[in-house]
Each structure stands twice: as C-alpha cells, then as structure tokens.
C-alpha cells in the first residue's frame, strides 16, 4: 500500500512502513510542504497497529540536508516549521515500532536529527555527517539534546559549536551510527540488518525501546517501577506466548 506525498514516497508492506525522503535535486532538503507531510506521515504510522517497523532512507545523493535553506532564506519557512520537524522526530522516537535509517551522501541539520531520534542508524563509510545550523545562525534543534547521549558531552559540543562535518566511518567510530554498510551494496546489507531486526522484534522488544528512552531521565525507583509494569505487560502479551511455544517447539517465533 503506497500514499501519495509531494516530497515523500510512503509504502506500507505488510508490518513494515518504507519512508523514502524524495527530492532528490535538492539533497532531500525539507520546506514547509514537507514538514507538513513528514508530521502527518509520523502521526499516520504511530496509530496503525499493523506496523511493527519503520525504515526511513533517501533517494539521489543524500539521505536528508534538513531544513530547505532556500526557502529559508527566502522567508518562506516559518517558526511552525520546527514544531513539525520535532514532533515528528518525537513521534518516531517514542512510537510503539522499531525506527531504522539507512543513511547515505549527506545526512545533515535536520536529517542527522532524524537519524539521531531514530533507533538503528545504519550508514555508509563515506556519508557526511554534521549539525551545521550554528552556521545559519541557528541551532541544531534537539540535536542538542540527542547527540551527547550517543558520543558524549565534549564531542556534541564540538560538532555542535564548530559546525564540522564527519565521515560515516568516523561515526561509527564515536558512537553515533550503529553499522556501516559497503557503498555498492548499503541498500541489500540494510535489508539483512531490517530482517535480523524484525526477527527479535517482539512486544517485549518494542517496550524495551521505551525503557531506553527513559534510561537517563528517571530515578532508580521511579524507572524499577516502570520496568516492572512493563515487564507484566511484556509477559502477558501475545507475543511471550509465542516465544516460548517457538522454544518448546525449537523453531523461531512467528510474530503475529
């Protein structure tokens, strides 16, 4: 099943959503339109039961260069832009799915954030990777929250403060991207890493995300509290039930 989206291409397969970033001409650069739709999209696939997992990738020489400087310059995006952007961010990052990209060319501003709220990041060695905003006199949205979570304090204020790009590998090196991918075959590697991913993908597995997210905000107590009512929910699932049939039967779980 596929949507129809100025600058999004949307296909729903069976659990999985594909979101592919789709102006390619501008290195996938995000205006006022896409803002829109990138909003509406997250929360199109946060309230569909169906979906268990959702990959997110760029077509033409960039994954995303973030908001449209174009536009931007021209007056053209206004302030409603960076609550769009951030929720959306917020809704694939607290939604009850598994949120992967595959990053390649530039993943810059806005689309690094995305990677950054996202819960795999797989990436090319050569991909360029940056919050450049401070260089538009802006800052790098909650990019300023997420990326000390991922490679410390004193390189987020680095990157953040300078602007400077890195590479892919390079990012994989410090933490903030999880694989790296051969550039000849980035698109059918990531397809192996989506499949292992949604082999493990169990409820308990989706609620763990949700621990996670809670992982450096919470008190000891208050997170324990948490964990065991998520913990009840996790074995009373359907999903539980299924594992340990699968184990008696020593077979893989099929997720319903």
């Given amino acids: 099943m596929a949507g129809d989206y100025e600058t999004l291409i949307y296909k729903k397969e069976g659990a999985r959503a594909r979101i592919t970033f789709n102006r390619p001409h501008i290195l996938n650069a995000v205006a006022m339109t896409g803002a829109h739709e990138f909003d509406a999209l997250a929360a199109k696939i946060a309230e569909d039961d169906e979906v268990r997992i959702v990959t997110i990738s760029g077509t033409g020489r960039a994954f995303s260069t973030g908001i449209d400087l174009k536009d931007l310059a021209a007056g053209l995006i206004d302030n409603s832009y960076f609550d769009l952007w951030d929720r959306a961010l917020r809704r694939f990052e607290t939604m009850d799915k598994l949120v992967l990209c595959l990053i390649h060319g530039y993943a810059l501003g806005g689309g ?34 997420r990326l000390a979570r991922y490679i410390g304090l004193g390189r987020a204020k680095r990157l953040i403060i300078t602007g400077e790009m890195i590479d892919g590998a390079e990012g994989e090196r410090i933490g903030m991207v999880d694989y790296l991918v051969a550039e000849d075959s980035a698109e059918a590697e990531f397809e192996e890493i989506v499949a292992r991913v949604a082999a493990v993908n169990s409820k308990g597995c989706r609620l763990s995300k949700e621990m996670l997210n809670s992982c450096y905000d919470l008190d000891f107590e208050t997170f324990f509290s948490l964990y065991k009512e998520r913990q009840f929910r996790a074995t009373s699932s359907d999903d539980f039930r299924e594992a340990m049939a699968a184990y008696r039967e020593k077979r893989p779980p099929n997720w319903s």
């Fill in 112 to 145: 690094l954030q995305l990677a950054l709220a996202s819960d795999i990041r797989v990436c090319t060695p050569s991909a360029k990777l940056g919050l450049p905003a401070i260089k538009e006199g802006l800052i790098p949205g909650l990019g300023t929250l």
